[in-house]
């Protein structure tokens, strides 16, 4: 009998009834009193040098208040990186100033030059084309190998455009040359993950206001983080101390890992309210939005597999190029390095492996973290070159993974790349997989699929992700400039409802149901009982906001914390007003008894005494009942699956269809049934979308060709197929109080190697045996070309 | 977008008059034109909607036994009335854009804009068609000239397009994964007279017919009849999307789809 409360109940989201009736109050539906509007002047030309900003004509134009350059910014510091990496030899990264406004050169299509501010965004709009720019286009560097030999310096003030060079690990270098030098075969693969728009429903908004009366700044923005968003913002940019700054993040449509980063648009914003005197809105455009919100993926690899004459994986080698374009944005630096190179063992025992990561500047939008970030480059490189090393070797591609996992008695698991994972059980989602997915019935479907000369192919992969991000002491040691702990403050009311006040932010994710499952389930009382809050620095204690599927893992952690410190207050209050001793006090379905008596007080008693202290221990205990508590995990979360497409693909034009997709998934204790197979079904239409639709294209001249729906292409509802998921498989996390282990990436993570390894197998069974890999997005003229040969 | 005027006459004169301003434009369901504007690539001076007159709406048959389409009817209005007398243009029809699109876009819009991923301009010249407009009738072959090009004068309107009915037609679509425009799209109509197929999506220089593969198909109407030729790939339009080789195979594989499902 499925419960209908609580943890483990498909409770329906709360939130939906705002969102799906319009009632949701995003960025752009705050419109403050006295409020101006501002529009960016941006570069058209992907480099080039600023010879002068002529604003005269724009500042005298109608409604115009005042227009904003560099110069106004003199003082003011450059947007941060969060996460300092060293590159082989121990030196840190090249890290270039990122200005708010452009000084000196452009560096990108989209790098903001100036900003109007106007009474109506018409009257900005019409300011923003009379702002005349002289600027001598230079260069552009697109290409990441043209750029570290030798090209155009993004920046004149760095030796080069390598941000850095890094080994992971050193140490192990030695012993993989080795490894493959004599192994019995080795697997080489090139690829590329394709450049990705992240492309939220709702577009990036900000809005600046400024108190003269209170000395005091507040922001409006869509960010998954806005205590991040204070801190760098404050402490970096605009030096505002924290207690005269506050970030407001309200609803927000949508992030996706685009919405974590601190944006030049939020410190304009903020600071120009002060310096115009009056609330500054923005209001990002789709096309803008294409050009200006940081991409994803862009990574370059040479990937090398070596295997001993039964299959065994020895060692793996890596050289990958990443694109960081233009700038470092807030966690540009680690996508690559720490959120890839650790992910690199997989699920499988590979005994040595070592990760060569080149970070490049380019004449493009910056690129970081895109739900997955870095371990979607990680799971394709590995699971594609295992399925070419399978098919080379002739086994069995399920049999040579099986034949490589880490055991279900193997745990906890040192690989070589830093991480030790805690549990799994990847043969049990693997069994399971191959039930779902009904693989022993593929050949009669690709016998179907035949008589309509459409060639079948089955893919298979496994993934493996560091969730939970993340332990602050580990990840300092590697360069995080920031804790990643959450934190929680559970107040509870006089009459028995809770507020919880969480660090983490909802931006789809479904929070506001999922946390109150939880809260009510330890309390036992009805998740009606129990509210969230979230998204303002003014309301929440400092947390660290919703990304790397963090926010149950350790954001929930931090609520059973302050919960379980409630609760054992709660007790001392029921012990008094019943004259026991606190030992003996049991709750149990909202109401606390003595052990072995009939005697019982409920929840709502309990509450009211600690606010109403008439009866009340005062000189033990303080009145009230709220309790604040920080989570900081001692591991990542480690959740795991195996995925299999089947597609077929039209020997005519090369189109691909995906027939079916199938998930098994291992995300420890699951709270919310519903909520977690709605995460993995958005996870698989991004996984899917990057494999067969999506690409990020420029033009030699660092021009974006797809800068619109037009030639960008989405997933839609008929590009997938119904999923088949299951979350049956649960070995829940060993070392945070809930088991779970975090589902928001997952999808988007295992999906694209399924893909691509199908439409593979599809063209090695339909006859095209010289086709072993076709870079992502597999869109008909790729496929069709390779069929060519 | 900038400011303008705006303007919805109920007759062809009243329109024509209102043309006559400098810079106006003719908008029939406005979905290139009020995006560009949106975009300040256009700037009219004023806005002359065509959707208010009456008698440029609606499907009916000529004298001629012609299926005429009203220059300002829907694509939806297409699709629905047109289903009965010529399932070909109705099922081309009723696959354009999505239902916002094709309850604003007009047939006369599509047409004078003439963009080379459209598809109504391959049903117009595949099937023969005659343009109307306020002052003249031009037959489907002098029509087109090239990328959003016409035969169209400044202020000229089309009021209505007059198709003969095929024996047979079909119309096979490919779809741009991005923009689900035909990447290449090809409309085959078997008359007494003979086939005509006509492509779109494919050529820099817009909807063409395709000579080689009407005068087989005029002499044995089946995918066979066609397997032996081949389209040059040069001219083919190079983006992301399609290699000008994979367009000419693209432009052959649909016609022969065509010619099955007609």
């Known amino acids: 009998m499925p419960k209908d409360q609580g943890i483990g109940a498909s409770t329906k989201r709360r939130e939906d009834v705002r969102f799906l009736t319009g009632k949701g109050r995003y960025t752009d539906d705050i419109n403050l009193r006295g409020q101006t509007h501002c529009v960016f002047v941006r570069s058209q030309v992907a480099h080039g040098r600023i010879n002068a900003i002529d604003t005269s004509a724009a500042e005298a134009m109608p409604g115009v208040i005042k227009v904003f350059t560099a110069a106004d910014f003199a003082g003011k510091g450059g947007v941060p990186c969060g996460w300092q990496i060293h590159d082989k030899q121990g030196n840190p990264m090249l890290e270039p100033k990122h200005p708010i406004l452009a000084e000196g050169k452009v560096r990108y299509v989209g790098d903001a030059i100036a900003a109007v501010v106007a009474e109506t965004l018409e009257q900005a709009k019409d300011a923003a084309e009379a702002v005349v720019l002289d600027i001598d286009e230079l260069p552009a560097v697109v290409d990441m190998k043209a750029a570290v030999q030798g090209g155009a310096l993004v920046h004149d003030e760095l030796s080069s455009n390598l941000c850095y060079d890094w080994g992971f690990i050193e140490d192990n270098k030695g012993a993989v040359d080795e490894a493959i030098k004599s192994a019995h075969h080795v697997t080489t693969l090139e690829l590329v993950n394709n450049r990705l728009i992240p492309n939220a429903m709702e577009p990036r908004a900000a809005i600046g206001d400024y108190s003269m009366a209170s000395d005091d700044y507040t922001l409006y923005t869509t960010s998954q983080n806005p205590h991040v968003i204070r801190l760098l913002m404050g402490a970096f940019v605009l030096g505002i101390p924290e207690h005269k700054l506050r970030v407001v993040a309200p609803d927000v449509g949508g992030g996706f890992g685009s919405k974590i980063f601190h944006y030049v648009e939020e410190a304009f914003v903020t600071h120009a309210a002060k310096v115009v005197g009056r609330p500054v809105k923005w209001t990002c455009s789709r096309s803008e939005s294409f050009m200006t919100d940081a991409h994803g993926r862009d990574h370059v690899t040479k990937i090398e597999l070596a295997l001993d004459k039964d299959g065994h994986f020895l060692a793996i080698r890596t050289e990958t190029y990443a694109n960081m374009g233009a700038y470092l944005s807030t966690f540009a630096s680690s996508v690559p390095t720490y959120l890839h190179g650790t992910l690199m063992a997989g699920n499988y025992k590979t005994p040595h492996i070592y990760v060569n990561v080149k970070a490049v500047f380019t004449n493009t939008v910056p690129v970081d973290a895109y739900r997955g970030a870095g371990r979607p480059e990680a799971t394709f490189q590995l699971e594609r070159v295992i399925d070419k090393a399978a098919r080379e070797l002739g086994i069995d591609p399920i049999e040579l993974r099986r034949r490589n996992f880490v055991q279900p008695n193997e745990f906890p698991y040192q690989t070589p790349v830093a991480v030790a994972y805690d549990t799994g059980n990847y043969q049990a989602t693997m069994d399971k997989l191959v039930e779902i997915a009904d693989l022993s019935g593929f050949e009669a479907r690709r016998a179907e699929s035949a008589k309509k000369g459409l060639l079948r192919g089955l893919g298979v992969n496994c993934y493996i992700e560091a969730c939970g991000i993340a332990p602050s002491n580990l990840v300092g040691q590697l360069g995080a400039r920031a804790g990643l702990y959450e934190s929680a403050t559970v107040r509870v009311n006089a009459t028995g409802g809770i507020v919880v006040m969480t660090g983490s932010h909802s931006h789809g994710q479904g929070h506001e149901t999922t946390f109150p499952q939880v809260v009510a389930e330890m309390i036992g009382i009805p998740e009606g009982q129990v509210e969230i809050v979230h998204g303002d620095t003014a309301n929440v204690p400092m947390g660290m906001g919703t990304y790397g599927s963090r926010s149950l893992a350790v954001g929930g952690s931090a609520i059973v914390r302050a919960t379980n410190k409630i609760i054992a207050k709660a007790k001392k209050i029921a012990a008094h007003l019943m004259e026991a001793s606190e030992g003996d006090i049991e709750l149990k379905d909202g109401k606390f008894s003595v052990a072995g008596t009939d005697k019982s007080v409920d929840w709502g008693s309990v509450c009211l005494a600690a606010y109403v202290p008439h009866n009340y221990p005062l000189a033990e205990l303080e009145p009230g009942l709220e309790e604040t508590a920080f989570y900081d995990p001692s591991n990542f979360t480690y959740p795991a699956g195996a995925y299999a497409c089947e597609v077929e693909v039209d020997p005519g034009t090369g189109k691909v269809t995906v027939c079916s997709f199938a998930a098994a998934d291992d995300f420890g204790n699951v709270i919310n049934p519903m909520i977690v197979e709605g995460q993995v079904h958005g996870g698989l239409a991004q996984g899917i979308g990057q494999a067969m639709l999506e690409a990020a294209a420029y033009d030699e001249n660092g021009q974006l060709l797809s800068g619109s729906y037009m030639d960008y292409a989405m997933p839609r509802a008929d590009d997938v197929p119904f999923y088949k998921v299951d979350h049956s498989c649960q070995t829940p996390c060993t070392h945070n109080p809930l088991g779970v282990k975090g589902c928001g990436e997952a999808g988007a993570i295992g999906s694209p190697p399924a893909v691509v390894n199908a439409v593979i197998d599809a063209l090695q069974r339909g006859g095209y045996s010289h086709v072993t890999h076709i870079d992502m997005p597999v869109s008909p003229v790729r496929v069709w070309s390779a069929m060519q040969g | ?262």
């Not at chain 2, 354009?96 to 819009?109: E, F, K, L, Q």
């Not at chain 2, 009849?225 to 000008?244: E, K």
């Open chain 2, 1 to 262: 977008m900038y400011e303008f005027d705006f303007e919805k006459p109920a007759t062809v004169a009243e329109a024509v008059a209102a043309l006559g301003r400098e810079d106006a434009m003719a908008l029939g369901g406005g979905q290139t034109l009020i995006p560009s504007m949106k975009q300040r690539l256009a700037a009219p001076s004023a806005l002359v909607s065509l959707t208010g007159i009456a008698e440029m709406r609606g499907v009916c048959t000529g004298d001629d036994a012609a299926l005429c389409v009203g220059g300002a009817t829907t694509h939806a209005a297409v699709a629905a009335e047109a289903a009965g007398r010529y399932p070909a243009l109705a099922a081309l029809a009723g696959n354009i854009g999505d239902p916002a699109v094709r309850n604003r876009g007009t047939i006369g819009g599509s047409l004078a804009n003439n963009d080379p991923a459209a598809d109504y301009p391959a049903a117009v010249l595949g099937s023969g068609a005659t343009i109307v407009t306020n002052n003249r009738s031009i037959a489907a072959d002098d029509f087109f000239e090239g990328l959003f090009t016409t035969a169209l004068e400044p202020g000229e309107i089309i009021v209505e397009v007059r198709f003969p009915i095929p024996e047979r037609a079909a119309y096979a679509k490919f779809q741009q994964p991005a923009s689900r425009f035909a990447l290449t799209g090809v409309f085959v109509a078997k008359t007494a007279n003979g086939v005509r197929v006509a492509v779109t999506g494919a050529s820099e220089s817009g909807v063409f017919r395709w000579g080689e593969a009407e005068a087989a198909l005029s002499a044995d109407f089946s995918a066979d009849a066609i397997a032996g030729l081949s389209v040059p790939a040069d001219g083919m339009v190079s983006d992301l999307h399609g290699t000008p080789a994979y367009r000419a195979n693209l432009v052959k594989v649909m016609t022969q789809r065509a010619v099955s499902a007609a």
